[in-house]
């Protein structure tokens, strides 16, 4: 129970009814026009962006798992790959309206839940800031990797690093975020806000409440 939260005995106690107000349901009504104005050009060209490059890495892995292959470049992946094909508008609209400190806990198909924070919390962070978070990940082992023969923004080096680290982590490799141990359905990234997603279908809810609680408490 939470310091902050008093608990008279009496009122707690006291005989009652628990009763519930109606829960809306199919509200949303604005047109394209009407959402068109919550957005600039460049921030719709961000979500299109993150939604194109979900759908690209999850069609990859496809491809991967039933032809042995993408792009013409053979790879054998013996683990499991639960895609997310035709999720990617519902993980990056999410994402797109979380902080960078806000935390997400995905489904057993996240890939594109990570991806989508990831890039999110890529859009929002300043570029000492990601670079910051890139050297201090297991000592920059993952930054060499992309950092070579790159000649890009910080930005597209962040993104390079995000995609690179969550594939890496799929395929079981040491240079996945988790050391290669998470796999497709236990992938993570802290610093991004992107914690342990889960296996059990729905079993994120209630670890996602009680890191809301400890945030709570703690802020």
């Given amino acids: 129970m939470p310091k902050i939260q008093f608990i008279d005995p009496a009122e707690a106690r006291k005989p009652g009814f628990v009763e519930f107000q109606p829960i809306p349901v199919n509200q949303y009504q604005k047109t394209v026009k009407e959402e068109r104005e919550n957005f600039t050009d460049d921030e719709l060209k961000a979500i299109y962006h993150d939604m194109a490059l979900i759908r690209e890495f999850e069609t990859m892995l496809n491809l991967i798992k039933?032809?042995?292959?993408?792009?013409?470049?053979?790879?054998?992946?013996?683990?499991?790959a639960h895609l997310s094909i035709g999720q990617e508008s519902a993980a990056v609209g999410m994402a797109w309206t979380l902080t960078v400190d806000d935390f997400i806990f995905g489904s057993h198909r996240?890939?594109?839940?990570?991806?989508?924070?990831?890039?999110?919390?890529?859009?929002?962070?300043?570029?000492?800031?990601?670079?910051?978070i890139m050297q201090g990940f297991f000592d920059g082992s993952v930054l060499k990797i992309v950092q070579k023969d790159f000649n890009g923004t910080t930005k597209e080096l962040a993104r390079r690093f995000l995609v690179y680290g969550t594939l890496a982590e799929i395929f079981a490799r040491e240079t996945g975020f988790n050391r290669g141990l998470g796999g497709s359905m236990h992938a993570f990234f802290t610093p991004f806000g992107v914690y342990p997603n889960n296996a059990i279908v729905g079993g994120s809810g209630d670890i996602a409440v009680g890191a809301a609680l400890y945030k709570k408490i703690n802020r």
């Fill in 66 to 80: 039933t032809k042995g292959e993408y792009n013409g470049v053979a790879y054998n992946h013996p683990g499991p």
């Fill in 110 to 132: 996240s890939h594109g839940e990570i991806l989508a924070k990831g890039m999110s919390a890529i859009h929002k962070l300043t570029d000492d800031e990601l670079m910051k």
